[in-house]
């Protein structure tokens, strides 16, 4: 869905831009947009954000990280990652210092739990009043605050876990009853891709086996464990980001990842579509967070506040693809349009297996992961080795 309104929304607000990156830089191309002088001008912001994850000027799109560097004369180094437990390892071994993180929900609890962020102060972010109430308070992971709020975390996306497959290798009939089997069709054997990190592998066998994914009994785990062992020799591999060209390419024809970046995979190749398997999946959130070992806090905090501007903010959502916490994109009646009916309702529209009899989500079926106790993530860490 990288199909962006870019300068469309642009234009809106600022004089016409340079169209051509061959015939002027970055710096030129956002030359009209109003700088703003800030006390931050001229130092750094490290930023550490999942792959494929901010509108970077591909596709048509802005590149929101110009954009910020022009409007305040701040120099972003931006660095990505593949998954929650890389980013992790580098947060926790206070090699490598950033300003800024978006890991996901259970990872920020965890985060919390060891002292690895810090609070935030929502005063020096205005556009926070943007996200959605639901999305302020109550969250699991960050509820620290007067009656749930959160303390340590902005909503940045919000999105869940399904299976896209092509139409013109997969049979209707193997597609028919919406299930996480179809990652254990040996039909296709060879061409089956799976999550490579821990977390996600073992939350898709966990959906397909009925299990809870937030148990601490070793006997769950152990049985998720042995339906990996059994998918393992009719995987293709286990990918991330790699996803993209394998199934974009035609190069697999299963595969297990989140709704958003699936979405993307649509929009490339005509051939695949997408369901949300009846037995459950993953609900989850990313979220903003200002590392404790932040040198540039103040940078950080206005680099939050320009990601949930409007006009920014919708540019961003539809690059990304995925659902978003945040009011001002889902009234945006441009952002509906652009999306299209098809894509808005993959993202917003959560399937009725999902929900309870009064509409609300059910999260039994849609479970988001909760931070793991030391010793279920050393069990975890131990059982992926061994289906490694």
Not at 114 to 119: A, C, G, R, S, T
Not at 274 to 303: H, Q, R, W
């Given at each position: 869905?990288?199909k962006?309104?870019?300068?469309?929304?642009?234009?809106a607000?600022?004089?016409?831009?340079?169209?051509?990156?061959?015939?002027?830089?970055?710096?030129d191309?956002?030359?009209?947009?109003e700088k703003?002088d800030?006390p931050?001008?001229?130092?750094?912001?490290?930023?550490y954000?999942?792959?494929?994850?901010?509108?970077?000027?591909?596709?048509?799109?802005?590149?929101?990280?110009?954009?910020?560097?022009?409007?305040?004369?701040?120099?972003?180094?931006?660095?990505?990652?593949a998954?929650?437990?890389?980013?992790y390892t580098?947060?926790?071994?206070?090699?490598?210092?950033y300003d800024l993180?978006?890991?996901?929900?259970?990872?920020?609890?965890?985060?919390?739990?060891e002292?690895?962020v810090?609070?935030?102060?929502?005063?020096?972010i205005?556009?926070?009043?943007?996200i959605l109430?639901?999305?302020?308070?109550?969250?699991?992971f960050?509820?620290g605050?007067?009656?749930?709020?959160?303390?340590?975390?902005?909503?940045?996306t919000?999105?869940m876990?399904?299976?896209?497959?092509?139409?013109?290798?997969v049979?209707?009939?193997?597609?028919e009853?919406?299930?996480?089997?179809?990652?254990?069709?040996?039909k296709?054997?060879?061409k089956?891709?799976?999550?490579?990190?821990?977390?996600d592998a073992?939350?898709?066998?966990m959906?397909?086996?009925?299990l809870?994914v937030?148990?601490?009994?070793e006997?769950?785990w152990?049985?998720?464990?042995e339906?990996?062992?059994?998918?393992?020799p009719?995987?293709?591999g286990?990918?991330?980001d790699e996803?993209?060209?394998e199934?974009?390419?035609?190069n697999?024809y299963v595969?297990?990842y989140?709704?958003?970046?699936?979405l993307?995979?649509?929009?490339?190749?005509e051939?695949?579509?997408?369901?949300?398997p009846?037995?459950g999946?993953?609900l989850?959130?990313?979220a903003?967070?200002?590392?404790?070992?932040?040198?540039?806090v103040?940078?950080?905090?206005?680099?939050?506040n320009?990601?949930?501007?409007?006009?920014?903010?919708?540019?961003?959502?539809?690059?990304?693809c995925?659902?978003s916490?945040?009011?001002?994109?889902?009234?945006?009646e441009?952002?509906?349009?652009e999306l299209?009916?098809?894509?808005?309702?993959?993202?917003?529209?959560?399937p009725e297996?999902y929900?309870n009899?009064?509409?609300?989500i059910?999260t039994k079926?849609?479970?988001?992961?909760?931070n793991?106790d030391?010793?279920?993530r050393d069990?975890?860490?131990?059982l992926?080795?061994?289906?490694?």
């Amino acid at each position: 869905m990288k199909k962006i309104l870019a300068f469309i929304l642009l234009a809106a607000t600022v004089a016409a831009l340079c169209l051509s990156f061959a015939s002027c830089g970055a710096s030129d191309k956002y030359k009209d947009i109003e700088k703003i002088d800030t006390p931050y001008k001229g130092s750094t912001l490290y930023v550490y954000n999942w792959g494929e994850n901010i509108a970077n000027g591909e596709d048509g799109s802005m590149d929101l990280v110009k954009v910020f560097e022009h409007i305040y004369g701040i120099n972003v180094v931006y660095s990505t990652y593949a998954s929650n437990e890389e980013m992790y390892t580098k947060i926790s071994s206070g090699t490598v210092s950033y300003d800024l993180i978006i890991p996901s929900d259970y990872m920020i609890a965890r985060l919390i739990e060891e002292n690895l962020v810090q609070k935030i102060n929502y005063q020096n972010i205005p556009n926070y009043k943007n996200i959605l109430d639901n999305y302020r308070v109550g969250q699991y992971f960050d509820m620290g605050g007067a009656n749930g709020a959160a303390e340590y975390s902005v909503p940045y996306t919000v999105g869940m876990v399904g299976i896209v497959y092509n139409t013109k290798n997969v049979s209707e009939e193997d597609v028919e009853d919406q299930s996480w089997g179809l990652m254990w069709n040996s039909k296709y054997s060879g061409k089956i891709l799976n999550f490579n990190n821990s977390r996600d592998a073992f939350g898709v066998a966990m959906f397909y086996k009925g299990l809870d994914v937030n148990s601490t009994d070793e006997a769950v785990w152990n049985q998720a464990y042995e339906a990996l062992a059994q998918q393992k020799p009719l995987l293709k591999g286990w990918v991330m980001d790699e996803i993209f060209d394998e199934m974009e390419g035609g190069n697999a024809y299963v595969g297990a990842y989140y709704a958003g970046d699936c979405l993307n995979m649509l929009d490339v190749n005509e051939d695949l579509d997408f369901y949300y398997p009846v037995e459950g999946t993953n609900l989850f959130i990313d979220a903003m967070c200002i590392p404790k070992s932040a040198k540039n806090v103040g940078a950080a905090e206005l680099f939050i506040n320009f990601l949930l501007e409007e006009e920014y903010a919708v540019e961003n959502s539809l690059y990304i693809c995925y659902a978003s916490p945040n009011s001002a994109v889902i009234n945006s009646e441009d952002y509906k349009e652009e999306l299209g009916e098809d894509s808005y309702s993959i993202l917003y529209d959560v399937p009725e297996a999902y929900l309870n009899e009064d509409g609300t989500i059910n999260t039994k079926v849609a479970q988001p992961y909760y931070n793991l106790d030391t010793a279920t993530r050393d069990l975890l860490a131990s059982l992926w080795d061994r289906v490694k």
